[in-house]
Nanobody, 124 residues
């Protein structure tokens, strides 16, 4: 069992930045692919970014590419999501998730554990 706790959400104006953090329990954090998803009101949860175990490979949704950066610190069991140049359409609850699958994992069904989410609100 892995427990995830996100933090760092908040309310910012368009063009602003936030840094989300997600701390995972367990001693095998460095074995997992980590991902970030988001869910806006009335919409399905969507993939945002993921990073592999060694931080060599990362992938992003087209909507955030060039603005968001995912990173991880295995010594701290933490994954981060830097959100820059935020837009009102980035408003959502952001969730971090763990996948035990090795490879390109972007589907929600490929993730095994989820955090409770942190709210990001971007005003125009």
């Amino acid at each position: 069992q892995v427990q995830l706790v996100e933090s760092g959400g908040g309310q910012v104006q368009a063009g602003g930045s936030l840094r989300l953090s997600c701390v995972a329990s367990g001693r095998t954090f460095n074995m997992y692919t980590m991902g970030w998803f988001r869910q806006a009101p009335g919409k399905e949860r969507e993939f945002v970014a993921r990073i592999n175990r060694s931080s060599v490979s990362a992938a992003y949704a087209d909507s955030v590419k060039g603005r968001f950066t995912i990173s991880r610190d295995n010594a701290k069991n933490t994954v981060y999501l830097q959100l820059n140049s935020l837009k009102p359409e980035d408003t959502a609850i952001y969730y971090c998730a763990v996948s035990r699958t090795i490879g390109v994992v972007t589907a929600r069904s490929q993730y095994d554990y989820w955090g409770q989410g942190t709210q990001v609100t971007v005003s125009s």
